[in-house]
């Protein structure tokens, strides 16, 4: 066998990738291969921490405000090729590689990945 390329993903992210909408806060994942099917198995729900070094709550900014606006606009839909603003919603996720348009503001990477994506549609707007 030879070693083409080897990636590397915090059980964390994969899972919000993976399930965009699913539970990513729990006790554990159990993950197996099944006839090429990769199951996740999401096991027992977090127990609520008690510490006070835990980060409060992170809440959307700008970036989140403006992709929860164009996931609702007709154009938008369109250029995601979108039933709904919930399938936008999740092709966003998606994309950006997060389970919440919040962190958008908060995550250099997947803010990166957002405005890639907004430029695109700028540019389909102008007819490139």
Not at 34 to 61: H, S, W, Y
Not at 93 to 102: D, F, K, T, V
Request: net charge negative.
């Amino acid at each position: 066998m030879t070693l083409v390329n080897r990636h590397f993903f915090s059980i964390t992210e994969a899972v919000a990738a993976l399930l965009p909408d699913g539970p990513v806060d729990c006790e554990r994942f159990e993950f197996r291969v099944n006839g090429g099917m990769l199951e996740i198995d999401v096991v027992a729900p977090a127990k609520k921490a008690k510490r006070t070094d835990i980060d409060p709550e992170k809440k959307g900014g700008p970036l989140a405000k403006r992709a929860a606006i164009l996931c609702g606009e007709r154009g938008f839909l369109t250029f995601m090729e979108a039933a709904n603003a919930d399938e936008a919603k999740a092709a966003v996720l998606a994309e950006c590689r997060i389970g919440s348009r919040a962190e958008l503001d908060h995550n250099k990477m997947a803010a990166e990945l957002w405005d890639e994506i907004s430029m695109r549609y700028d540019l389909w707007l102008q007819g490139y």
